[in-house]
Each structure stands twice: as structure tokens, then as C-alpha cells.
């Protein structure tokens, strides 16, 4: 009987540890330690042993037992200890990988060109205004020398929210608004959004950009206007650039002109950029009326001053030589990814 006790004993012991999951093991102790195990049966055998040998047998059966016990509570551990590092290093993630990268947007030719405006201003001693897009009749006509009835209202076809309120047709009116709240000398350009009830073409929309330059101080002349401007063109296509100013006329300047740029791309030659005329109209400007200094508040006996706009898509158009408009609202990556 003690020799099948050991050998039960040394079996238990080896498969024990040579198991090699928790579920072995498991299964190993319903055979070694359960109710229906060789142990349990030596167990009930001891009835055939005589008083003597019962209790030494018995705890030669219990400290087996015990022993088993102890060994499978130990590679359980083991087991449990190995699975568990086994499953961290599954999981294990490798902060030095590269990420996948996210696509990144671009800058809108606009936002790029408006700011390329605002930079070659700022450099020259500007400062930046804004003002209403939804605005008084009163600033966006009326101040600057459009009254009710006047032609020009017609070619700037103006969405009006009520009589005296509309979505601003131009950005001039901050020319007013600017005045009435600074003493000159006055220097600022506004870029902004303005509304004209177009319909959609390569060339029209109802919503575009400006950008309004306003210059008020003692003794400026139409020297002045074409000096800034020369050198805003410079800065803007180049240093050869040269400007050219024609006789226009705008209600809030006197005298106006159209200003043309030379031709970028063919220096004036002529080219299918500028049509063949080698000159580029890109500003309207003139000397700010005096009936539009004392609008906002100045005395045209003390101070002079001269204003211009530019739209911003043309600019833009001329620079990256998009040759449809609609293609700035569209925002297509495609598009939008060449800036
Ligand atoms: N507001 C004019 C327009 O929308 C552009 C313009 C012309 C602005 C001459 C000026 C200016 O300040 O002096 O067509």
C-alpha cells in the first residue's frame, strides 16, 4: 500500500509539473485530490489494515495529500504568472511606431492673398478696420456721396434687409465709420466680405472680398495715392512692376481712377493673362470727396485724403491663374490642396 502511495504520489507530482495550462491542472487535481482519485481509494482500502497501521497510514495518505496539494497550488501559480505575461506581451503596443497621418487642410487662396495684402500694408504703417456686413444704408450709400436715386446705386445691385439696412455692396462704408471715431492722421486698410445680388458666372457672386484702404492727413495729394499703390503693386507682383492710373469715376472720390498693373507674367508684352494688353486693371482709387471727409466728421479745409478697394478674388485669380471664381467657394481638396 505504500509503495502505490508513492507511486500515485511521484505520478501526481511529475504530470503536475509538466502541465501546461491552468486547465490541465485543474483537471489534474479532480484526479489526484477529487472524490473518485486513486488517493481516496487507498483511503477506503484502510479498513483491511490493522489498528496499528491505520493511523500511520492514514497520515502517510494526508501528508501525500498535502504535498500534492502544495505542488499544484504552486504551478498553478507559476501558470497563471506565465499566462498573464504571455497576454501583456500581446497587448503590448509599440509607442516608437510611426502613426498614421492625418490629412491636413491648406490655407484658402483667399485667406492667403488677404493676408499677403494686409502684411505689405501693415509694413507701410496701416492699421486694420472692420465693420458690418449687414449695414445702415446710410454708410454703405448715403455718407459716401450716393443718395437715393443716384445711377450708381444701379450697378451695384444691393440685397436691402429693410429701407435703410442692406448687406453691404462694397466695403467703403468703413471708410465713414473709421472716420467718425479717429482724428487724422488716419491710415487703414478693411478687408472683408460684401454682397451684390449677382447671379453665379466664372466672374460674379453674390458674396466676394475687398479690401478698402483709407489715407487722411494734412497736405495728401494724388502723389501720395500713386506712391503707396506703386509700391503696393511692387511688393505684390514684383519689383519691376509699374502702374498705370486712367480716368475713372466713383461717387466718393474726386478725382477717381482705375489703376492697371503691368503684366506679371509677360512684363507687358501682352499675353493671354492680360489679354494682350499687357496692363492689368486691379484698383479703384481717387481723392476721398470732401462732401465724404465732412460726412465722416473732417474738415476738408484742414485735411486731405485719398481711398481705393481692391476685390480680393481677382487678385487672387491673377496670382494663381484661376480662371473661375466659383472654384474659391467650391472648396474642393483637390483644389485646395495646390496653395
Ligand atoms: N467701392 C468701390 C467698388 O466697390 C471700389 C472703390 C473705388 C473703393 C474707389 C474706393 C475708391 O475706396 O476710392 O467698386
Redesign the pocket.
Known amino acids: 500500500m505504500k509503495d502505490k502511495l508513492n507511486a500515485v504520489k511521484s505520478a501526481a507530482i511529475e504530470k503536475i509539473q509538466s502541465a501546461a495550462s491552468t486547465a490541465e491542472l485543474n483537471e489534474l487535481r479532480v484526479q489526484y485530490l477529487g472524490k473518485k482519485s486513486e488517493l481516496q481509494g487507498l483511503l477506503k482500502q484502510m479498513g483491511g489494515l490493522s489498528p496499528e497501521e491505520r493511523p500511520v497510514m492514514g497520515q502517510l495518505v494526508n501528508s501525500a495529500r498535502a504535498k500534492i496539494e502544495n505542488v499544484l497550488e504552486k504551478a498553478l501559480a507559476d501558470i497563471k504568472n506565465k499566462e498573464r505575461e504571455i497576454a501583456l506581451q500581446k497587448e503590448k503596443i509599440d509607442v516608437t511606431m510611426n502613426g498614421k497621418a492625418a490629412p491636413i487642410g491648406s490655407r484658402h487662396p483667399l485667406s492667403l492673398v488677404t493676408e499677403e495684402v494686409e502684411n505689405i500694408f501693415l509694413g507701410m504703417g496701416f492699421q486694420i478696420a472692420t465693420g458690418p456686413e449687414v449695414e445702415l444704408d446710410y454708410y454703405n450709400f448715403e455718407a459716401l456721396n450716393i443718395p437715393k436715386g443716384h445711377p450708381a446705386r444701379d450697378s451695384?445691385d444691393t440685397f436691402y434687409i429693410s429701407e435703410n439696412v442692406v448687406l453691404r455692396s462694397?466695403?467703403?462704408p468703413v471708410?465713414i465709420r473709421v472716420m467718425e471715431e479717429t482724428p487724422p492722421p488716419i491710415r487703414i486698410i478693411s478687408p472683408g466680405r460684401v454682397y451684390r445680388s449677382d447671379a453665379v458666372d466664372a466672374t460674379h457672386s453674390p458674396l466676394f472680398h475687398?479690401i478698402?484702404?483709407l489715407v487722411v492727413d494734412k497736405g495728401m495729394t494724388m502723389a501720395d495715392l500713386k506712391g503707396i499703390l506703386l509700391e503696393f503693386a511692387k511688393r505684390l507682383y514684383g519689383e519691376d512692376t509699374r502702374i498705370r492710373l486712367r480716368p475713372h469715376h466713383?461717387p466718393?472720390?474726386e478725382p477717381?481712377a482705375e489703376i492697371d498693373v503691368s503684366c506679371f507674367a509677360c512684363k507687358g508684352e501682352g499675353c493671354p493673362i492680360c489679354k494682350g494688353e499687357g496692363w492689368i486693371e486691379i484698383l479703384?482709387?481717387?481723392m476721398v470727396h470732401p462732401r465724404v471727409l465732412k460726412n465722416g466728421g473732417i474738415d476738408p479745409d484742414v485735411y486731405s485724403g485719398f481711398?481705393?478697394?481692391v476685390g480680393v478674388e481677382r487678385l487672387a485669380m491673377f496670382k494663381y491663374a484661376v480662371d473661375d471664381m466659383r472654384l474659391f467657394y467650391e472648396n474642393d481638396v483637390r483644389f485646395l490642396n495646390q496653395f
Open positions: 451695384q462694397q466695403t467703403s471708410q475687398q478698402e484702404g466713383f466718393f472720390t477717381s479703384g482709387a481717387g481711398a481705393f478697394g
